[in-house]
């Protein structure tokens, strides 16, 4: 790889960190990583404007995983975290970084979580906690969290702490830390306020945030699409099927998302193929020749490895996963529109990367267009368009001497068989592995009822109506062992439920479904008969027992958010 972008072997990480990193299929630091890893080590306070999408988390995390003393069970770190959903994830992250870390343990602690279980956990010893500030306080207060051994903590969207009226609460409770302890502090913007806090807590701060070069860009028409409804993998395959294109290019974050992507493609017939840092550079190149003279229409690739790639041909760029940075879009959107061609970029964006699209906007000083993604109809009348101009060209050009002879001999012993009912039951044939009518999957269906109860909470506002469907059940959160690292999808679980459960439960009393990194929550109604869910234990999802367990505290009316956090 180029000498000029560091490694992460070169920022003073352990061997066991680097395996796992290798492992998950990060290729580089990301700028906020590559400049904060190395302060963290050295016990330096770090001041970091860094939003969702920039890798921020690792990096806070791998440094400071690096520097605890794994002989100890005491509390070492603490995280705070505005939300519980992100101080789950954020523990989440640690793990998936610590697994090769022996006697590592951590604790997520948030309110609405059974307090019986937090404190088990916290008496048997835990190195690392990531919670929300309320609950961090109840803890603390009770003398259940002993924050004397403490030696780094860490504000994670500083910035959001303050909104949702935390910052008295984390004052407080860095009150409550030893003189001498590390402190980061994350937050995407740096109000007055939070300056403060860091003016008064931290010592010497190093600042660290990522510049924003600006550059244009204008021979490239740019659209981002908002992930929202369907999974990321429906929407890339209608935009494909729907997009006058001719190379393409799709980004996503790590290696070995480009192989899996690319093998997904694959199995839904596109040929494409990955590029990443670890190919060899042979392999590389005839990647690159293939997709140059169009043996190859789709590469999966990573930033560095599409690093300075000049094929004329791509059309389009689709930025599958958001990049860490605005510079890495300007990089990557400049891999169209080459030699004065036009080219088209398409950006995917969840809700929690909203800001770094508005910082690509104003690096770019362009405004990014939403997309509207094709409709089925859509997807469905190109599909017919395709098959007709198959047909056609069979006609011109196949000897149909032998097909035909067994057609006229079908009408001949069935009299009464019309000529077009015939061609109608072959085209449904034909058409059987790739259907021409697109039907409403099951994940778009259960999305759309996830909506359906956020707005419930008043959380968003539309003309689609409310589901009320189950919204009277009592419901029960249930963990299942499976999740989005193990490739599992929300049909995936949909289906086996429903299918397992011996129709004890249908597909319409699945309540809401979350992914997570190695786990996922389902809600199931509360009356289900205990049988059902030790047969469900043993149910395998993507190979995986799915280990139902149920959720203490998970008991809520459908359509409430299951766990509440505490507010100000
Ligand atoms: P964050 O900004 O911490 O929310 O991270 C955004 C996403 O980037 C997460 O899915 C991380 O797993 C991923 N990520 C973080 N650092 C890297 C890296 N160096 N290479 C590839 N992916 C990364």
Redesign the pocket.
Known sequence: MSNNIPQ?RDLGLSEPILQS?EE???????PI?AESIPLLLDHCDLLGQ??????????FALPLLNNLDLSSKETQLLVLAPTRELAI?VSE?FQSYARYLKGFHILPIYGGQAMSLQLRQLQRGVQVVVGTPGRVMDHIRRGTLNLKTLAALVLDEADEMLKMGFIDDIEWILEHTPDKRQIALFSATMPEIIRKVAHRHLNNPHEVRIKAKTATVDTTEQFYWLVNGLQKLDALTRILETEESDGLIIFV??KTSTVELAEKLEARGYISAPLHGDMTQPLRERTVEKLRDGQLDIVVATDVAARGLDVERISHVINY?IP?DTEAYVHRIGRTGRAGRKGKAILFVTN?ERRMLRSIERATRQAIKPLTLPSRELVSERRVSKMMEQVNETLINEPLDFFKHIVTDKRHHQTEVDTIDLAAALLFLAQKDRPLQLKEDPVHIHESRQRGERRERGERSGHEPRLKRYSDTNMQRYRLDVGRAHGVMPGNIVGAIANESKSQINNQSIGHIKLFDTYSTVDLPADIHTDTIQHLQKVRVCGRPLKMEQIAGGEHRAGQAGNGNRRR
């Open positions: 992460f990193l998950l299929g990060y290729e580089t630091p990301s990583q860094a939003q969702t999408g920039t890798g921020k988390t690792a990096a994830q992250a974050r790590t996963d860490h929690r």
